[in-house]
């Protein structure tokens, strides 16, 4: 029932700013949290932060704090993920996830995303 589905991703110039997006169907909002993750090739899938659907509470990995900023819209089904000041580093799959409140641990039983690439270039 849940789906997800993100989307911006592209081509940007390091020191610029990218907002990707992800619409979400069949997601109750007192009962998940919404994950941003990414990927690139020959690492394994990096957390980025998340939120929690029903009072927008936000979480982040110290890699990202400062630059990479999640938010939702409720009325819209869609969580965002601002990202800001990127670095060619900052390349890879980008993945939005889907937690209920009974799992502990999006690799084992969260919802995911197709992905989007974002590529940043020096």
């Known amino acids: 029932q849940v789906e997800l589905v993100e989307s911006g991703g592209g081509l940007v110039q390091a020191g610029g700013s990218m907002r990707l997006s992800c619409a979400a169907s069949?997601?109750?909002?007192?009962?998940?949290?919404m994950g941003w993750f990414r990927q690139a090739p020959g690492k394994e899938r990096e957390y980025l932060g998340q939120i929690t659907w029903r009072r927008g509470s936000t979480y982040y990995a110290d890699s990202v704090k400062g630059r990479f900023t999640i938010s939702r819209d409720s009325a819209k089904n869609t969580v965002y993920l601002q990202m800001n000041t990127l670095k060619p580093d900052d390349s890879a799959v980008y993945y939005c996830a889907a937690q209920e409140v009974e799992c502990s641990d999006y690799f084992r039983c969260g919802y995911w995303g197709l992905g989007t690439q974002v590529t940043v270039s020096s």
């Open positions: 069949g997601v109750t909002f007192d009962r998940y949290s």
